[in-house]
């Protein structure tokens, strides 16, 4: 079978349309692509809210300079306070 319409310049108005459309599509795409990249690689999979950071190129723990030093963490068992002390009454 051939084409009914060998009118190319014709065929060129009609799809001009429908082509910008399909160009408009694939630029979003691939600048949402690229934001999206983008913001995985900073935003990353940190632990959040670790007293503790380890180091991934020696594996050594070091503290979190947000937190404060490796003892300065909330209290617990190991790190809890002495209760007060009262002076007996005479």
Same mark, same amino acid.
């Given at each position: 079978?051939?084409?009914?319409?060998?009118? $190319?310049?014709?065929?060129?108005?009609?799809?001009?349309?429908? $082509?910008?459309?399909?160009?408009?599509? $694939?630029?979003?795409?691939?600048?949402?692509?690229?934001?999206?990249?983008?913001?995985e690689?900073?935003?990353?999979?940190?632990?959040?809210?670790?007293?503790? $950071?380890?180091?991934?190129?020696?594996?050594?723990?070091?503290?979190?300079?947000?937190?404060?030093?490796?003892g300065?963490?909330?209290?617990?068992?190991?790190?809890?306070?002495?209760?007060?002390?009262?002076?007996?009454?005479?």
């Open positions: 079978m051939s084409a009914s319409e060998k009118d $190319l310049e014709k065929q060129k108005r009609r799809h001009r349309g429908p $082509l910008i459309g399909i160009a408009v599509v $694939l630029v979003f795409a691939l600048g949402y692509l690229i934001w999206w990249l983008g913001y690689a900073v935003e990353g999979n940190a632990p959040r809210d670790a007293d503790v $950071l380890i180091d991934g190129r020696s594996g050594e723990t070091e503290a979190d300079p947000a937190r404060g030093s490796v300065d963490g909330p209290v617990g068992a190991d790190n809890a306070p002495a209760p007060p002390t009262t002076a007996p009454a005479d």
